[in-house]
């Protein structure tokens, strides 16, 4: 099956995120509503204990959820005081999450393109990176989601945890650790594992990775 262009991956994710609930238009399309929202707090708490299961009002920390779509990880995460910035490429999904505000800041960028004056205790991309179908945007993604942790800090990316690619439709490239752990380790970026998250028949969990360098 032939990938869609950029240009039409591009269209096909602000028409799904204009025409789809906030958890279906991010989430599994294949899913309903319910399963969809047990599927959100299965990563949800994942993230968490990735993230730490703490908070400081006058030390918040401070995230980057980058694909943030809808906006869903991103407002959960505020409600615990962190400081979250939220980035997206369709102008659909930003536009929705700046009117259900929350806390989060949106903007709309490519993965690659996000810079910041700061770093992130924690940057995470949940079940995104496979959307960016090209692989040089997607090693100038992935490369540049880590230039933006700091030292000690935290890169969280869902997608498949074995070697080798795969082809699943025609707009979504999952990449296996044979492709992450060179790329990352050039970065500075310690392998701390991959948990698959163990939802119906998913092939995909979370990567973690420490910044040391």
């Not at 694909?67 to 995460?77: A, T």
Request: charged share 25%; hydrophobic share 35%; glycine share 12%.
């Amino acid at each position: 099956m032939t990938l869609l262009t950029d240009a039409e991956a591009s269209k096909y994710w602000n028409e799904r995120h204009q025409q789809e609930s906030d958890l279906r238009s991010g989430g599994d399309i294949s899913f309903d509503e319910a399963t969809n929202y047990m599927f959100y707090l299965r990563r949800l708490t994942m993230l968490m204990d990735r993230v730490g299961l703490q908070n400081n009002p006058v030390a918040p920390l401070y995230l980057l959820d980058a694909g943030c779509g809808k906006g869903y990880f991103s407002r959960e995460l505020a409600k615990f005081g962190h400081q979250v910035d939220g980035i997206d490429g369709s102008e659909a999904a930003i536009a929705h999450c700046r009117e259900l505000g929350g806390g989060p800041r949106y903007h709309q960028t490519t993965l690659s393109g996000w810079r910041t004056p700061w770093l992130y205790d924690a940057v995470f991309t949940i079940d995104v990176l496979f959307h960016i179908l090209d692989d040089a945007e997607w090693a100038r993604s992935t490369r540049n989601l880590a230039s933006l942790v700091r030292l000690g800090g935290k890169l969280i990316i869902g997608d498949w945890g074995e070697d080798g690619d795969r082809v699943y439709g025609n707009y979504q490239v999952v990449r296996g650790r044979d492709q992450y752990l060179p790329l990352l380790d050039a970065c500075g970026m310690r392998f701390d594992g991959w948990e698959p998250y163990r939802f119906r028949r998913s092939p995909i969990g979370l990567y973690t990775f420490t910044r040391i360098g």
